[in-house]
């Protein structure tokens, strides 16, 4: 059974710091991980998508990476903002068609401005 | 345009009631799934459904019972609500291989 564990559970860095956020999982045999953002009382909004094949995605000051082997991701976040303030949300997919997104428990940033 | 949408955002009902929620996607997208987030904010997968067709049944009480008119439409209905159903409840598509998943604004069900 697939698990995935995020850490650290809740971070608060002042404005313009450079942080990682970390997504660690059981089973290798993923498709894609997946990347979101929740802000208070709101949906989930997609940040990026890795692909099992890749080693890393970016978008703007996002970036991710992926190790699979080792069941391991990063979420890079260069120059927070207290914009950024939201839980961060790590989901892997397995390797079947269809398959559901397995989420870690996130993570909670809070930027102080 | 939103991509996912869902209805209602809130929904307050007592005990025994039946209610529905709705979702709809038009990003041409051919799977479908239900997700429910508890109150540690945990999201675990409920159902899903592949052009109407269920795919993924967690292990999920009968009270709730999915329904697809089309792909781009899952419905989700609740009978004799329970207390510990209270929880938000998030729609989301992407396509059998796999591709990028997006959600809906999720709706908060609370049951009185």
């Known amino acids: 059974k697939q698990e995935v564990t995020q850490i650290p559970a809740a971070l608060s860095v002042p404005e313009g710091e450079n942080l990682v956020l970390n997504c660690s999982f059981t089973d290798s045999a993923i498709y894609n991980l997946q990347w979101f953002r929740q802000d208070p009382g709101k949906g989930l909004t997609s940040l990026l998508l890795i692909q099992s094949s890749q080693r890393e995605q970016t978008s703007g000051r996002l970036n991710a990476s992926l190790d699979k082997s080792s069941g391991r991701s990063t979420l890079y976040i260069a120059a927070s903002q207290p914009g950024d303030s939201a839980t961060y949300l790590c989901a892997v997919r397995k390797e079947t068609s269809g398959s559901r997104l397995t989420f870690g428990e996130g993570t909670q940033l809070t930027v102080n401005p | 345009d939103t991509a996912v949408s869902q209805t209602p955002k809130y929904l307050v009902t007592q005990m025994g009631n039946d209610k529905s929620i709705k979702c709809e996607q038009n990003l041409g997208h051919d799977t479908m799934y239900w997700y429910k987030q508890d109150s540690k904010k945990f999201l675990k997968i409920m159902f899903s459904?592949?052009?109407?067709?269920?795919?993924i049944n967690e292990t999920v009480p009968n009270r709730f019972s999915p329904k697809s008119p089309d792909k781009a439409h899952l419905n989700l209905h609740i009978n004799s609500l329970e207390l510990g159903d209270s929880a938000v409840y998030f729609c989301?598509?992407?396509?059998?291989?796999?591709?990028?998943?997006?959600f809906g604004q999720g709706t908060r069900l609370t049951v009185v």
């Open positions: 989301a598509s992407s396509t059998m291989m796999n591709t990028e998943a997006f």
């Open positions: 459904y592949n052009n109407k067709e269920l795919i």
